[in-house]
């Protein structure tokens, strides 16, 4: 199994051959390494960015971190819908997390439901399952 590490240094990654100690969690049955490849969601490599977070959820169902970047790379790739379930299931981890109503709420506009706005504003995750499945 290839094992990559980036650690996160301010707003940068940096490569490393071990992953950092708070990281350990992470490793799989399997094998005695893991792959955790990372990468900004917001960066020119949002394709490169989805198979990453979505091999840290299958690790770590819930590390919001990750659900909440990869609605991000979906999001810079006009796949909003996604964005929008992404966002939704994060909220459902956190419905305090204002930054992700806000994400949530400018990928609403993009697919065109300004219809749903108002839910944003009221903060009521649970008011989007009839319109989305998350």
């Known amino acids: 199994y290839l094992s990559i590490h980036l650690t996160m240094v301010g707003p940068c990654y940096l490569r490393s051959k071990r992953p950092p100690p708070h990281m350990k969690e992470w490793k799989t049955k399997k094998n005695s390494s893991c792959l955790f490849l ?42 909003h819908d996604k964005a ?20 949530l709420k400018i990928s609403l506009s993009s697919v065109g439901r300004g219809d749903l706005i108002p839910l944003v ?14």
């Open 38 to 79: 990372s990468t900004q969601a917001n960066s020119s490599r949002s394709k490169m960015a989805v198979g990453a977070y979505q091999r840290a959820l299958g690790l770590k169902q819930n590390y919001m971190r990750a659900r909440t970047n990869l609605a991000i790379a979906y999001a810079n790739q006009d796949m």
């Open 84 to 103: 929008c379930v992404h966002y939704l299931k994060a909220l459902r981890q956190n419905a305090e997390a204002a930054h992700v109503w806000g994400y």
């Open 121 to 134: 504003e009221r903060r009521d995750v649970g008011a989007f399952e009839k319109h989305f499945r998350f």
